[in-house]
C-alpha cells in the first residue's frame, strides 16, 4: 500500500487533500484511479487507512477510513553522525529511518574531512530531509525524522545534555562495556543518544568533551567498523531492544 504525508491543515474531518508533487506521482506515475487505498499521515503522530475519491491536475482527495497503527519505536532515539565523505550520508540516512531514528543530526569533527559552506550545506540538508521522508513513506513511518542542520560538537554536546541516556561508540574498545549492556535499562518514553564519529574516528579532546557532557564511551565487538556501519549497528540494538520490550508488554 503507498504511503503518503500531508499537513495537519490538510486534513478536514474525515476528508484528506493531497496537493504538490504527489499529486502527479498519483496520477502520472502511480496511474492510481478513485476507489484504491492508500496510507495518508500527518509525518508527526497519525497515519490513516484512506480510499481515493477525486483525482485531478491539482489535488487527489481521500475518505478516511480508519486510523493505522502506531509504527513508531517506544524512545526517541537520536543520531549524532559524524560527518563521513562522498554520499555515505545518504545511506545513513535511508537506513537509519528505516530502523527508527527519531531525529539525525550531522556533527562537525575536528577529524571531519568534509567541509561545506553554507550555500552548500543548505542544498544538502534540503536533499537530506528529502530523502528522510521518502525512507519514512517506504518503511511505514508515522513520523518523518527531521535531519538537523550540522552541529559542532559542543552544540551537539549541549543538544544532547537533557538525555536520559547518552552513549558514543568508541574505537578504543578495550574495558568498555558493550551496546548491548548498556541498552538494557533503556524504556519507553526514554530519550537516548547515539554519537558516531566520522573517517578516522574521535580525537581524544573530543572523548574527553563528550564524557564530560554525560556521554558513556561504548562498544561494538573487537572489530571496527566504518562510520557509515557503526550507527546502523547500534540503531538494530536498540531497535531490537524496543521492540523485544513491546512485545512482551503486549503479553
Keep these: ?85 562522498s554520499d555515505k550520508m545518504e545511506l545513513i540516512i535511508q537506513k537509519a529511518v528505516e530502523l527508527g531514528v527519531y531525529q539525525i543530526i550531522p556533527v562537525a569533527t575536528h577529524r571531519t574531512v568534509v567541509k561545506l559552506d553554507s550555500k552548500k550545506e543548505e542544498s544538502r540538508l534540503h536533499r537530506w530531509n528529502a530523502i528522510a521522508e521518502s525512507a519514512a513513506k517506504q518503511s511505514k513511518r508515522v513520523l518523518i525524522p527531521e535531519v538537523s542542520p550540522v552541529m559542532r560538537v559542543r552544540e551537539a554536546l549541549d543538544f544532547a545534555e537533557p538525555f536520559e541516556v547518552k552513549l558514543f561508540l568508541y574505537e578504543n574498545t578495550r574495558g568498555m562495556r558493550s551496546l548491548a549492556e548498556s541498552v538494557r ?40 567498523l566504518r562510520t557509515e556501519t557503526a550507527g546502523l549497528a547500534a540503531l538494530s540494538i536498540l531497535m531490537y531492544h524496543l521492540e523485544t520490550l513491546g512485545a512482551l508488554e503486549a503479553l
Design 185 to 224: 535499562g533503556i524504556r519507553p518514553g526514554m530519550s537516548v543518544g547515539i554519537f558516531i564519529g566520522p573517517e578516522g574516528g574521535f580525537e581524544e579532546t573530543e572523548v574527553r568533551e563528550a564524557e564530560a557532557g554525560g556521554f558513556v564511551p561504548v562498544s561494538l565487538g573487537r572489530r571496527i
Design 1 to 85: 500500500m503507498y504511503h503518503f504525508f500531508v499537513k495537519d491543515s490538510q486534513i478536514a474531518g474525515s476528508q484528506v487533500t493531497i496537493a504538490g508533487s504527489d499529486v502527479n506521482h498519483i496520477r502520472n506515475v502511480l496511474r492510481m484511479r478513485p476507489g484504491e487505498q492508500v496510507l495518508i499521515g500527518n509525518g508527526v503522530d497519525r497515519d490513516y487507512f484512506c480510499v481515493l475519491e477525486e483525482i485531478t491536475a491539482g489535488t487527489v482527495t481521500a475518505r478516511i477510513l480508519s486510523e493505522a497503527e502506531n509504527t513508531e519505536l517506544s524512545a526517541r532515539i537520536y543520531l549524532f553522525q559524524g560527518l563521513p565523505k
